[in-house]
């Protein structure tokens, strides 16, 4: 059975930072493109970056360049996404993808 669960979110004052995780299992981590989305209330999900197998090949979208890193532990079978910089716009669900899975998703709330 894919799992993939994302501990941690919450929430984190404006220009603050914030380190998602997402373990998975059921699948061969180090073989597959991984990637996070994200969700704002109200709003259909949103591309937020991806990371190939390797960890070489990495792509963002504008609204996060610059502020936003993926990363990825294949020995660990682990992805991360690390916020800093964070606006109030970036509150939203944030889901792990890949390995035909998908995270429950969890809530990072960006308010002062």
């Known amino acids: 059975e894919v799992q993939l669960v994302e501990p941690g979110g919450g929430l984190v004052h404006p220009g603050g930072s914030m380190r998602l995780s997402c373990a998975t299992s059921g699948f061969t981590f180090k073989n597959y493109e991984m990637k996070w989305v994200r969700q704002a209330p109200g709003k259909g999900p949103e591309w937020v970056a991806r990371i190939n197998s390797g960890g070489n090949i990495i792509k963002y979208s504008d609204a996060v360049k610059g502020r936003f890193t993926i990363s990825r532990d294949n020995a660990k079978s682990t992805l991360y996404l690390q916020m800093n910089s964070l606006k109030p716009e970036d509150t939203a669900v944030y889901f792990c993808?890949?390995?035909?899975?998908r995270g429950q998703g969890t809530q990072v709330t960006v308010s002062s």
């Open positions: 993808e890949g390995g035909a899975g």
